[in-house]
């Protein structure tokens, strides 16, 4: 016999009413698929996904990851004056006075030599580029008008027209000749002068000679001590700016910990007062609940632009911003937690004739002190996050620093240095809070 079988053999069975059941069922699970589908479909034509595929450039993504582990060196040739200079990308005195081993001058010619067999010379009003596999390009400027020869078809990765030759044979290797210069670009992995300056006499020492001069007699410096020295070249290093980006990430910690720190003193003494077991009166409950609600529910980014609007630029805008939002989180989560506590805990205290202040203390703080400490910081953690989004508006700190090496357009490794530098920092708080949170709560 089936399960069937037997079920229909069952007292009271109505194979009807199962059937329509799963139909009902089976319609249901349809519509949701089906409304699931409708709602990506809306999404994608919503979103413009096909327009966006269509228009993106993946090529400029592959440029920008690359200069953010690279650096570009540029070999260029004022075609008015006919000087030619060796310098590095995004420094602003980073110019070789004697050109490097792979930059060869023989009087008025130039050879470049990009590596794997990729040569430019540079002579007069033009440039001749050798590239392997595919041949020899000529460029040269004539009469305001820039006249190529090629050896074959113009392969995808050359760009002519009368204004300005732009040839790429490899992502690290670039010639670009226009009606007033030749330039040639090639990349080199590292960051440049990342610790001294370019100019810098401690760029010629090893890391070893580095820490024998630090503690060496011999002053490099009639004003300060070797060690010193070394210390204040790195931190004042004009393209990396060290200094004021360790004093950046400060105030980005600094701002998330008063605002948490705030947030949970103010909250908690709020929380007693939203909890239904500790305040009788039903308006003040509801008054609290909804301050919580007002406080969160604006946006911590807006109450950094009302902040801005209200107090001006700085590090206090941010911790103010976190703090509001936060007190109304930390408010809401506290109450509920206040409301789930065990009053027999709370009746033996009052039994040894406490105060109100000591039952709170010995009978409900310990129920609820691993729920405060994890949430306190865990938003601890979260908070040194929105803060460095919160500085990009205006609030300072390493946020700030972040959105300025965007706009100045320059080389993207200032920009992965301060990203890097920020994921470090998080990843501290993360390893330091989850170290007090097991030392606080599980001794």
């Known amino acids: 016999m089936t399960i069937a079988d037997t079920l229909r053999a069952e007292p009271g069975f109505q194979a009807d009413a199962v059937a329509a059941t799963v139909r009902r069922r089976s319609w249901a699970a349809l519509a949701a698929l089906a409304a699931v589908v409708l709602y990506l479909a809306y999404a994608w034509h919503a979103f413009g996904v096909s327009t966006l595929i269509a228009t993106a450039q993946p090529d400029r993504a592959v440029l920008l990851g690359l200069d953010s582990v690279a650096h570009k060196v540029h070999v260029t040739k004022d075609l008015r004056a006919g000087d030619l200079q060796v310098s590095i990308e995004g420094e602003r005195t980073a110019v070789y006075e004697q050109p490097p081993a792979w930059v060869a001058t023989d009087g008025g010619r130039t050879t470049v030599d990009l590596g794997d067999g990729y040569t430019v010379t540079i002579e007069d009003r033009g440039a001749v580029f050798e590239v392997p596999g595919y041949g020899t390009i ?10 190529t020869d090629l050896p074959g078809p113009a392969p995808d990765w050359l760009q002519l027209n009368p204004a300005k030759v732009d040839a790429r044979p490899t992502i690290g290797r670039r010639l670009q000749v226009s009606r007033t210069r030749i330039e040639v670009h090639r990349y080199f992995f590292g960051w440049e002068n990342f610790f001294f300056p370019f100019r810098s006499e401690l760029t010629a020492y090893s890391a070893g000679e580095l820490a024998g001069l630090a503690v060496s007699g011999d002053r490099l ?24 980006v360790l004093i950046a990430l400060f105030e980005t910690v600094m701002m998330a910990v008063l605002g948490t720190m705030i947030a949970a003193f103010v909250g908690l003494p709020l929380a007693f007062l939203a909890a239904s077991n500790f305040t009788p009166s039903r308006v003040l409950q509801a008054a609290t609940r909804r301050l919580f ?20 630029l700085g590090p206090l805008t941010g911790a103010l911003a976190i703090a509001f939002t936060d007190t109304g989180s930390l408010g809401k989560l506290f109450s509920e937690a206040l409301e789930n506590i065990d009053d027999k805990q709370v009746d033996g205290v009052r039994a040894t004739g406490a105060s109100r202040l000591q039952r709170y203390r010995f009978g409900v703080i310990p129920q609820i002190l691993p729920v405060l400490v994890s949430q306190i910081l865990y938003y601890l953690e979260s908070n040194t996050r929105s803060a460095t989004v919160i500085g990009a508006l205006g609030a300072g700190g390493i946020g700030l620093l972040l959105v300025e090496t965007m706009r100045t357009a320059k080389d993207w490794e200032n920009t992965t240095y301060i990203i890097i530098l920020t994921i470090l920092v998080v990843f501290a708080m993360d390893s330091l809070s989850r170290r007090l949170r097991r030392r606080l709560i599980d001794g």
């Open 138 to 147: 000529v460029a040269r400027v004539e009469g305001g008008k820039i006249v």
């Open 221 to 244: 410096s009639a004003e300060l001590p070797n060690w010193r020295y070394i210390l204040d070249t790195f931190l004042t290093n004009p393209d990396w700016l060290h200094g004021e």
């Open 293 to 312: 609600d007002f406080l969160r529910g604006i946006d911590m980014l807006i109450w950094s632009l009302i902040f801005i609007r209200a107090f001006g």
